[in-house]
């Protein structure tokens, strides 16, 4: 099955049954994703009394109550509420869901103890092209991605000068695949975040940020059709499952 899309002017075909799931799925597990020092999500029956929600336990329907974090547990996509005191929802900051992508691969540049993506690499693997949303596919890529264990290992993130090219790009959503866009542990300073965001200026409200993803080895650097599916929890932050659909001219 096949659709044809129109976008900046052009004439695109995408095929709709071949699907680019980019998520990571969460897992009531040990080795589910994790980070941010929480411990692994649960998935368990709900009890009512003397009732249990299993159909293994006697009841006619499986009924599970979930407990997990989304900034922890797996791919999820936040809006500025993130990092700010008022409260703002992603199910409200959200109001598009699909967008013209690119994806980059990038190997994060060693300083000083850390692993940065920079703004020169970025300008190189971007160029020209004016994109709605960037997929950032660091390397190493390796399928632990799937189940790491991130709290206290300080991956790699994006430099703020990085973040501010994005925004000033014109990039409205990006997704990576680290647990933050941010340094583990950098007291606090949100570097990226607030420069994405543009919370010193205008604030960026329909801008997201999705982390966590995992972009197979098999998938092209190029353009895409973005579909940026949520949740739709009221919350700073939802479980999400981006979706890609190669672009042909």
Known sequence: ???????????YTIFV?????????LRAAKDNV???????????????KNWTGSVKQGASVNFNSIEFNPHAHGTHTECVGHITEEVYSINSCLKQ????????????????????????????????KKREAVVIRTLPNTKDKLSRQYAHTNPPYLSEAAAIYLRNKGVKHLLVDMPSVDKEKDDGDLLAHKAFWDVDGEVR???????????????EDGKYILNLLIAPFQNDASPSKPVLYKLFD
């Open 1 to 11: 099955m096949k659709a044809i899309i129109q976008a900046n002017s052009r004439t």
């Open 17 to 25: 049954d071949q699907p680019i799931d980019i998520s990571i799925p």
């Open 34 to 48: 994790n980070a941010w020092y929480l411990p692994p999500p649960k998935i368990y029956p709900a009890k009512i």
């Open 97 to 128: 869901f699909l967008f013209v992508a690119e994806v980059v691969t990038v190997v994060p540049e060693s300083k000083d103890n850390d692993f940065i993506i920079s703004e020169k690499q970025l300008r190189y693997a971007i160029g020209n």
């Open 205 to 219: 409200m329909e801008a997201t940020i999705t982390e966590m993803i995992y972009v197979p080895n098999k998938v």
